[in-house]
């Protein structure tokens, strides 16, 4: 009776064990069908003048403050961020660093490229502000090309929840900052 009853195992075993391989299988081959490319787009309108939002937000001490960096910081500095400025990231519990760096600003439009470490690709971030009389409403949007292995196309399918909360605290932390100074 026991010998009877390990065939019946095994070919359980072997049914489960082939499930299990073509739903792997079929992972696989649907990542490869997923776009790498991401675009993640929030906003948030703020109770200041566009001039006075556009001034507040690259300058050393306020920009350290409102930017928020999942497990670090954006490093503080003196004066306000120019044109081709670059300023580093830290994490708290790494040697790691990263850099922001100040691509364009114009009045009512902010480039900048975000390499979060060294060793990653650059994320392009666009931060538009449009006056809407003592109401500016800020619109930051990023879109890059996630290129980690197997896992970079689900990354990317990802990439609005994951990069989203961290834009919503930033924006919000921007909103109070600004507000409170006026």
């Known amino acids: 009776m026991g010998s009877n009853s390990h065939p019946a195992a095994l070919y ?98 902010i480039r900048f490229d975000v390499r979060p470490k060294l060793s990653t690709g650059l994320v392009h971030n666009r931060i538009t502000l449009e006056d809407h009389a003592s109401v500016t409403e800020v619109k930051w949007t990023i879109e890059g090309d996630l290129s980690v292995g197997l896992l970079s196309p689900y990354l990317a399918f990802f990439a609005n929840d994951i990069a989203g909360q961290n834009f919503e605290v930033s924006l919000l932390n921007l909103k109070q900052q600004i507000e409170s100074q006026n």
């Open 12 to 109: 359980q075993l072997r049914i489960v064990t082939r499930i299990l391989a073509l739903v792997i299988l079929l992972l696989v081959l649907v990542g490869f069908l997923l776009p790498t490319e991401y675009r993640v787009e929030r906003s948030v309108s703020i109770n200041a003048p566009l001039d006075v939002v556009s001034e507040n937000m690259l300058s050393g001490q306020n920009l350290s403050q409102w930017m928020h960096v999942q497990g670090g910081r954006v490093e503080s500095f003196d004066g306000v961020l120019q044109n081709d400025d670059s300023i580093r990231l830290l994490y708290d519990e790494s040697d790691e660093i990263g850099e922001l760096t100040l691509l364009e600003h114009t009045g009512n439009i």
